[in-house]
């Protein structure tokens, strides 16, 4: 279609354009560069695409578990992801954005973050989706600094006339916070109607278990929760420059998963020396004694 990419058009946040031909007369831009170059196990890969009497379509793979928000939103027949569990979905979409901000030359901002564009796959990997409004960027240039607003209410960044690496550290604390609070980004019936002022108001009375999603009943280490809770409300801080990097939130994040193991098995060591405790208990009352 290209001519082996002979003339290019020129280079906008998709990638290079290049002049080109459809069925050999129309003449059209191509734009190829973003999708082909995006390569990594937390990204839904592009598998192919389909140009075929007028339909066109890309083709990405599969992932059978559906999105975070279909799990947490408590409508459909599904089981109730532990603490750990999101934890480790946290981590994945971390380091497919992390990819995106420093794996990729140029970097690339993905600008829409929300808990629908996280899938999950049969094994609950999760993988960053839909990359319609991403944009590419070249390091150490002013213009990794976007004007044109882009995303979903209530996870876009409020520094909407700065638009970089930062804005998808947003928009992911607020994913963080909804994984953890299962609640409404935005809710209008609310006492506060966005989730950070509303965490930041319970925050304020000081019982963290009004914060944490009810379905998980208690079953969690409070260490980690504090810590990730930390984390998230520092993401969405209003100000980019108080955020942290990707890299700085993965790092928090293993962190809080080493914790909550470190819980869990310390609690099945326990269960086990009761149980032998029980059975040793057990067999000396029912062994027949010498007389």
Not at 26 to 52: I, P
Not at 124 to 142: H, P
Not at 184 to 204: F, G, M, P, S
Request: aromatic residues 6%; charged residues 25%; negative net charge.
């Amino acid at each position: 279609m290209t001519n082996n990419f002979q003339r290019a058009l020129g280079e906008g946040g998709f990638g290079i354009v290049y002049h080109g031909y459809l069925n050999g007369s129309e003449e059209v831009a191509v734009k190829v560069e973003l999708l082909l170059r995006v390569h990594h196990t937390n990204l839904v890969s592009l598998v192919g695409y389909c140009d075929e009497r007028g339909h066109l379509a890309l083709i990405y793979e599969y992932m059978s578990n559906v999105d975070l928000k279909h799990h947490l939103s408590g409508k459909h027949d599904v089981s109730i992801l532990k603490w750990s569990t999101r934890l480790r979905i946290a981590i994945d979409a971390a380091l497919g954005l992390e990819y995106l901000h420093i794996g990729c030359r140029p970097s690339m901002v993905h600008r829409d973050v929300k808990s629908t564009n996280i899938l999950l796959d049969d094994q609950f990997t999760a993988k960053i989706a839909d990359f319609g409004l991403s944009r590419s960027f070249q390091l150490g240039d002013e213009s990794h600094i976007s004007t044109v607003v882009a995303g979903t209410p209530g996870y876009l960044d409020p520094e909407t006339g700065r638009l970089s690496e930062m804005s998808d550290v947003y928009s992911f604390g607020i994913v963080l916070l909804e994984m953890m609070t299962n609640q409404r980004v935005i809710d209008q019936n609310r006492e506060k109607r966005h989730i950070t002022e509303w965490v930041a108001l319970v925050l304020n009375r000081g019982d963290i278990t009004k914060i944490m999603d009810p379905n998980l009943y208690g079953d969690y280490n409070s260490n980690s929760v504090w810590k990730a809770l930390e984390l998230a409300m520092s993401c969405a801080n209003p100000s980019s420059e108080k955020r942290p990097s990707m890299s700085q939130v993965i790092s928090v994040l293993k962190e809080c998963l080493t914790s909550e193991n470190l819980m869990r098995n310390k609690n099945h060591d326990m269960e086990s020396d009761s149980s032998l405790e029980l059975t040793k208990s057990f067999d000396t009352e029912v062994v027949p004694r010498a007389r």
